[in-house]
């Protein structure tokens, strides 16, 4: 995946944009026939220092350029957003499906006519079966992880007395027969029956998690590896290191798609290209049918490249929809206490960090909200954290000493672990220079405060698959979210609750997380959009009141191609390039 600077990022958003200055054109993916016979051909390149994807199986994808990426390419999903830029890019279309879906019972109930003719990599046909397979295999989260949860929060599936859902996957089969009352097929009509009535839920249909998987190629985890095909390109080859290589596929029918180019005959992403390497080739444009799938430079790097008229034009700096943050474990052994969690947001250098990652001309401001001012019914400015009189932008060593001072009362054991040196605060985050950087910064700056603090540093692709592992997760997690689409639901449950998808925070033993969790199901179950807005605001406050979430910034994206790349324009849906309009200048 692409890490932005000092933040990993996850994930898409659809949010109003009305406030954002986009840095391109409007540009349609889809071209008339004689257009396209211009721009087929060639290889283009995706260059990346990470040595992998995070994840490939449809199922288990939930990083926003990977999504785009991988739908695009290989993936069709039910519905997809429309391939333009600007405003328009966030209406839904039909891909796999007839139309963006068909809503009943309030909104409890969801279904999606199938195209009929399309065809697997392999050349059979695609089966409502195919698309409720591949529903089915979320359920399996001792084998399906990292994905989105939304089909485990919201389809009509019972509960154990113990909160554990009835149905465990199609590897185990148990409770099968709660899923098969939940998704029904009726030819080529599949039809989801939701436990709430969730007026969008269709948006998700976007998502690969809502792609069909063919049962007789399903191969469990090992699916990870090479997943089949529907769209235009099929994986040749999978070199964890070395490459990742599409070439066409053979079955697909471009008749059948009306949000996919295919332009290249091949794809391939480039795998470990050091950052030094990397910024050279964008700079000197020595690869000139290269894209930087890294969507990033390095600060000093990234300044010059934008400074120079030359390689300027093949670029992009726009207002972005991710937040960056700071997740802090609040489970037992780790930061379960709110004296020390505060004394470690005060003690941060903000200013420093943005500084170093490109300031706010490349990097972003420091935010006060898990929600983006970009999802603006939900957004609203928080009180305390940034807004504390307290709060000094450089750092508050002095304040976060009475913070300390608080903790030793209140939780001496954390206390203990935080100002030791041989324990101290154990800080994930993905091994790239301008991190390495930041750690330096850090630790003056929590030292400053009387805070210890060392580092692990993870491999880029493998940096989620880690931290989302509460086996192996830390103190704190660098991350990154953007809402799935314009609602703070998409936000507040995945980053907070116990099955949300991406809780970093690992709260729900935390003694606030039980009344927190209920009023989170409320909110989510509020059909009054106005009522559900104040809701998520109220719950926003919440989450900064707690410190589970500290130094958020509002970031700034960039992207970077070569002098042969064609169709360059920014996604917003997305948050990266226009995959489907890029061809390779011949």
């Not at 889809?30 to 721009?39: F, G, H, L, Q, V």
């Not at 859902?165 to 148990?174: A, D, E, N, S």
């Not at 969008?200 to 985890?221: E, H, I, L, R, W």
């Not at 002095?398 to 800080?427: D, E, F, H, M, R």
């Amino acid at each position: 995946m692409a890490f932005k600077n000092l933040f990993s990022r996850q994930k898409r958003v659809v949010a109003s944009v009305a406030i954002m200055a986009l840095a391109t054109s409007g540009l349609i993916a889809i071209s008339s026939s004689a257009d396209a016979a211009s721009k087929t051909g060639g290889t283009l390149y995706f260059i990346t220092q990470s040595k992998q994807l995070n994840r490939l199986d449809p199922a288990r994808i939930y990083t926003g350029q990977d999504i785009a990426f991988m739908n695009t390419y290989v993936y069709r999903s039910l519905l997809s957003y429309t391939p333009t830029t600007g405003d328009a890019g966030f209406n839904l279309v039909p891909d796999l499906a007839t139309d963006i879906g068909k809503a009943t019972d309030g909104g409890k109930t969801w279904s999606w006519t199938l195209k009929s003719g399309i065809k697997w990599q392999d050349g059979s046909v695609v089966t409502c079966a195919d698309e409720k397979y591949g529903l089915s295999r979320v359920f399996a989260t001792d084998v399906i992880t990292d994905g989105p949860s939304y089909l485990l929060q919201d389809l009509n599936i019972p509960s154990d007395a113990k909160g554990n859902l009835m149905y465990q996957g199609p590897y185990k089969k148990t409770g099968q027969e709660y899923f098969d009352k939940a998704v029904t097929c009726s030819g080529m009509t599949i039809t989801l029956h939701l436990n709430k009535a969730v007026g969008d839920f269709n948006y998700f249909g976007t998502y690969p998690a809502m792609s069909p998987v063919k049962q007789s190629a399903d191969n469990g985890a090992k699916y990870d590896s090479a997943p089949w095909a529907l769209g235009p390109y099929k994986v040749a080859d999978y070199k964890i290191g070395t490459e990742l290589k599409l070439v066409r596929n053979p079955q697909y029918q471009q008749s059948t798609d009306t949000i996919r180019t295919a332009y290249p005959d091949q794809i391939i992403m480039r795998f470990g290209i050091s950052e030094d390497i990397r910024d050279q080739i964008f700079l000197k444009d020595s690869q000139t049918n290269a894209v930087d799938y890294d969507q990033n430079l390095q600060p000093a790097n990234k300044v010059a490249f934008f400074a120079n008229k030359a390689t300027a034009s093949r670029g992009i700096n726009v207002v972005g929809p991710y937040t960056g943050y700071y997740a802090l474990n609040v489970s037992a052994g780790h930061l379960d206490c709110l004296a020390a969690r505060k004394a470690l947001f005060f003690a941060l250098n903000d200013d420093a960090l943005i500084k170093l990652a490109g300031g706010t001309q490349f990097y972003g401001t420091i935010g006060d909200n898990p929600i983006s001012p970009l999802v603006s019914t939900d957004y609203a400015p928080t009180t305390g954290n940034i807004h504390d009189a307290n709060f000094k932008l450089t750092g508050n060593p002095s304040y976060a000493k009475t913070l300390l001072a608080q903790a030793k009362t209140q939780c001496p054991a954390t206390y203990s672990k935080i100002t030791t040196a041989n324990k101290g605060v154990v800080w994930d985050i993905s091994n790239t220079t301008t991190n390495q950087k930041a750690a330096t910064l850090i630790k003056t700056a929590l030292n400053a405060a009387g805070i210890q603090v060392t580092f692990k540093f993870i491999e880029s692709g493998v940096y989620y698959p880690t931290v989302q592992d509460a086996t192996k997760e830390d103190d704190v997690a660098s991350g990154g979210w953007a809402a799935d689409w314009a609602n703070a639901s998409t936000v507040i449950p995945p980053l907070f609750l116990q099955h949300g998808g991406f809780d970093l925070n690992l709260n729900w033993n935390d003694p606030t997380y039980k009344p927190f969790a209920a009023q989170v199901a409320a909110a989510q179950g509020e059909t009054s959009r106005t009522k559900q807005a104040g809701e998520w605001k109220v719950l926003a406050q919440f989450v900064m009141d707690q410190y589970w979430t500290i130094a958020p910034v509002f970031q700034k994206e960039q992207n970077f191609w070569g002098s042969k790349v064609g169709g360059a324009a920014f996604w917003m849906p997305q948050g990266c390039l226009l995959f489907p309009s890029l061809y390779v200048i011949q």
